[in-house]
């Protein structure tokens, strides 16, 4: 196996996008390119020059039809209730790679590859004080669910003391059920239906991914390392609500990548 550099991963991720965008097209499912890899989009025209992943979003109903469908020579789709899955969203992977997450506890065989992630978009309630419920009650199964894959020999003593009983009652009740109960609560508020729709799909997206569905009732066309694709009608709305002034650069001090993984080139 060979260590791949920074820039040949983001290669890989690119044609990862290419044909998962491609495929999209062909059988009328919407994606839309999302957070990081939209500000690259919109403010670099391709990545973030200091991140080294691609995002993208799809409504719930799309999200399940590709899950369902995907098919591909060089790449693997690996969905939350597979044995192999670490994460709580989908991820699209190269098979002909391997990618080390320093937090996470793989067993042989079970080991990811270099991938885009795709996070379902989900309609929520209307009422914000019922938003902070939905969004609790998720956020606490998604706890639960990293609790079982993370890597306990990453923490210190402390730490694993900390995490030794939520660990053991995660692992007793299994992320497959864990799953159910979080496509259960996001199944009460259909994408279709409601006027506030959202990504919160993993442990990583806040109160904050909340907006409008008419900020997603439509496509923009933009460029990402010389390729067309798709985002969000409402994208400026969007990206102002996660992120502020987000054609503003940050601080160089902060201009790092906020993964540490390894990626390895199998063959």
């Known amino acids: ?23 999209c097209d062909k059988n009328n499912l919407r994606y ?27 409504p719930r109903e799309d999200y399940n039809k590709f899950i369902q469908t995907f098919e591909s020579e060089n790449y693997k789709l690996v969905q939350p209730y597979d044995k192999q899955a670490k994460h709580t969203i989908a991820k699209v992977i190269d098979k002909r790679t391997l990618k080390i997450e320093k937090s996470i506890k793989y067993k042989k065989g079970e080991e990811l590859g270099i991938d885009v992630d795709i996070f379902p978009i989900d309609g929520q309630p ?26 306990v020999k990453a923490y210190s003593i402390r730490g694993k003391l900390a995490f030794g009983i939520p660990i053991l009652i995660s692992k007793c009740i299994g992320k497959n059920l864990i799953m159910k109960r979080i496509d259960k609560i996001s199944a009460r508020y259909p994408y279709e239906e409601n006027d506030y729709v959202g990504s919160t799909s993993s442990l990583y997206e806040g109160v904050e991914n909340r907006t409008l569905k008419q900020w997603y009732d439509g496509t923009a066309e933009v460029d990402f390392e010389g390729y067309k694709f798709k985002a969000p009608v409402g994208y400026c709305e969007i990206l102002t609500q996660l992120y502020g002034n987000y054609m503003q650069l940050p601080p160089e001090e902060q201009r790092v990548t906020h993964h540490s993984n390894h990626c390895y080139l199998k063959y």
């Open 32 to 58: 839309f390119l999302a957070f990081g890899t939209l500000i690259g989009a919109v403010r670099h025209k391709g990545f973030i020059p200091w991140d080294d992943d691609i995002d993208i979003q799809m």
């Open 126 to 151: 209307y009422e914000e004080k019922e938003f902070l419920k939905y969004f609790n009650k998720k956020h606490l199964l998604y706890k639960m669910f990293s609790y079982i894959v993370i890597d």
């Open 1 to 23: 196996m060979r260590e791949l550099s920074f820039e040949e991963i983001k290669k890989y991720e690119l044609d990862i996008l290419k044909e998962v965008a491609e495929f």
